[in-house]
């Protein structure tokens, strides 16, 4: 490493919140277990705190992510390490919650699928493999970029926000550091500052928290925006175990008013997918399901 790259390296680490020491936990090995505990929860709940005053961005987020995907777009969650499981873990529940095609929301890894398992050395820092992966998956202006990097100078992440700049995607960041490079080249930063951890620099805690309340604020808000969901119900959820298949037959005895014999032979003649059954049910079919 040069001394250029060695001088950059130190001077994001002291400007970086995320990477101070934590007075109130300096001591932690000497803490009783019960001490230990009850500190990580008081700071888990600082990141609730510093979501809460994330919201309003949070909302323009949901607005851009709304139009994009309502408009046939694709939404990529682009990270590395913890902020890339994170990305990849949420986006990988819109299909089963909200019945979207596993193409709409994506999950971009740094370092591949391996890297959900396990730490795959040097694969944050390559910016250009962040490019490459997105190009390969066609990336366009019709989409969004979501790039989520603890420190906001994640080169992965940075390079995900290249990407979208060099096509004309939409781009948001969410990041724990004010002013960070992530915060200053999105189009819409979301910056919980969550400050130093309880273990030093292990982002995975606070930080980890936060961007995972913000993940799934987006995906919630934006898949309530796009009709996925009615009241609070799952109306497209896929039935693809059994609990999901008993789901669906109790939102359907919900929102028609069968029992569930009714309800699961409705169900049944239309291969277990809630939405067919519902519309079905709403028009002509309530009156065969009841025999009349």
Do not use: Y
């Amino acid at each position: 490493m040069g001394q250029h790259s060695l001088r950059r390296d130190e001077a994001e680490l002291e400007q970086s919140s995320t990477e101070q020491i934590l007075e109130s936990a300096r001591h932690l090995d000497r803490l009783s277990v019960e001490e230990m505990l009850e500190l990580i929860h008081r700071e888990d709940g600082e990141a609730w705190k510093a979501v809460g005053a994330e919201l309003p961005r949070v909302g323009q987020a949901v607005d851009i992510l709304a139009e994009v995907v309502g408009a046939g777009g694709r939404w990529f969650n682009v990270g590395a390490g913890t902020s890339g499981r994170l990305g990849v873990l949420d986006a990988s529940e819109i299909p089963p919650t909200f019945g979207m095609p596993q193409v709409a929301v994506q999950g971009v890894i740094a370092g591949g699928e391996p890297a959900l398992r396990s730490a795959i050395e040097g694969a944050e820092d390559d910016a250009v493999a962040a490019r490459r992966e997105l190009s390969a998956r066609k990336l366009s202006s019709a989409d969004a970029i979501v790039a989520i990097s603890a420190s906001g100078s994640t080169p992965f992440a940075l390079g995900g926000l290249e990407a979208a700049a060099d096509v004309g995607a939409r781009s948001i960041a969410i990041t724990c550091v004010q002013g960070s490079p992530m915060a200053a080249q999105a189009e819409v930063a979301i910056v919980p500052e969550t400050g130093p951890e309880v273990v030093t620099g292990s982002t995975r805690m606070k930080a980890g928290l936060a961007q995972k309340m913000v993940l799934h604020m987006l995906s919630t808000a934006v898949m309530v925006r796009l009709g996925r969901v009615e009241g609070n119900l799952m109306t497209r959820i896929a039935p693809v175990s059994a609990k999901l298949r008993v789901r669906s037959l109790r939102i359907l005895m919900t929102l028609s008013g069968l029992g569930p014999a009714e309800a699961g032979a409705l169900l049944d003649r239309h291969d277990g997918q809630l939405a067919a059954a519902l519309a079905a049910f709403r028009s002509a079919e309530p009156d065969l399901c009841r025999g009349s």
